[in-house]
């Protein structure tokens, strides 16, 4: 079968599981009085289960999945699920075009949390719980999904799912493969019921409690209310979010043997060097934010500068995009954190975006021992951390990727700068978006929106967001294969 047919297939599995959370959306929208949003989910499902039976029949069950078919596959179900997922807006209307569908849609199923709606509370119940559902499917991998769906004896399809992750992502984890993507099912869900609960015994109410829930353990940041978190003034609310951020900025095999200990993986979250530093770094932030926030005046209180400073620094650091404050109207120095936290972010494994604190840590480490080695040439000692060893090889891939991630960045900017973005705008845009974060400063800030930028910036965001979402790789690797594909076929073969 060809790796066509085989990619065809998978699209089907995922557009099933689309299908059953567009119909739990429209049925959202029929208890909420059948709300403007009804007769579009409902259309926009109907669409969707067709296009998956379709693409089912039209393969069959034996394939054979290697490297190559398997990143096809997984850009494949990607931005086939941005595509269906864009129906229930364009249908809809209103401020949703097809660019602003496809953008909302993208920026959803990315759990990156920019958003092009002007008035979020305008937006009927059953479209906003459909917008916040497809970051949180996101969160949890569109492929992982059809692994559940679809999962087999042969563990094809929990080896498919694994191709999501990077190599770095998987190193706390010992035994089957389909028994990681089971795990972090149940760490997902169950951090997601914890959290609403939590939220409701706040004061929320259910629907709110639930959706705001599902958009912080996906790490997406969207809300239901224009004011994002701020709407709620309440700490207790922030306290909850915070958690439940950190949380899922956290390896989700390391949450699952903390909580379910087993002889094959006695890592947790208390003695692992990773967490740690990534902990310590969201201390560190928050700390010089608050410092500053104080020394610059811009809040009345200590009290004040630490909860306002605590919930964005674990917004951002985590990719969530949550907001409390116009971090505009920060000094400088406290937005030079904000932006070193969009670049770092949380750890490999969990449903943050951005380099991952794991790489940076690992190249810091490996650079030290390169430097050292300069003085004994035949000596280079392997970077452990956690019981995981890199060799010089994998610090160099891993170097590598932060390399070519800081120039995308570069791109980015200079794209967005080009098309009339002022610098500071222009650089954090590229960053928000590469790194699924979300907010940047400008009119892209906490309290803003992407709402202004033109069509072609906001397809290029769609660009960076999938690119930033599957890590680089698995797009280009596929994007080059069809190019060297299209371009040694016959009609483009001289002589």
Known sequence: MSIFKITIRFIGFALMGLFSLLVLSAAIAFFDHQDASFYPLLISSGITLAAALGCILFTNAKQKIDLKAGYFIVTGCWVAACLFGALPFLLYGHEFNFVNSLFESVSGFTTTGASILNDIEAVPKGLLFWRIAT???????????????????????????????????KEYYRGRRKQFIYRILTVYVGLTLASTYGLHLAGLTWFDAATHAMSACSTCGFSTKNLSIAEFNSPTVEAILIVSMLLAGINFSLIFSTFWPSGSNRKNLFNTKIVKVFLGSVLLGTICIVINLMVT??????????????????????????????????????????????????????????IKIDRVWFAMKGTSEMFKSLSNPNKYDYVRVDGNTKTEEEVSSVISFIMLYIVLVGVGMLVYTLCGMDFQTGMSASIACLGNVGPGFGVIGSMGNYAGLSDFLKLFSTVLMLLGRLEIYPILIVIGSMVKRISSSPAHTIG
């Open 135 to 169: 970051a949180w499917i996101g969160g949890i991998g569109v492929v992982s999904l059809v692994s559940i769906v679809i999962s087999t004896r042969n563990d094809r399809q929990s080896q498919l799912a694994c191709m999501e992750l990077s190599s770095i992502a």
């Open 297 to 354: 005046k811009t809040c009345s209180s200590i009290g004040a500068a630490f909860r306002t400073a605590a919930f964005q620094v674990c917004s951002i650091t985590t990719t969530t995009g949550f907001a409390t404050t116009d971090t505009n109207l920060w000094p400088s120095f406290s937005k030079i954190v904000i932006i070193i936290g969009s670049l770092v972010c949380g750890c490999s494994g969990s449903t943050s975006g951005g």
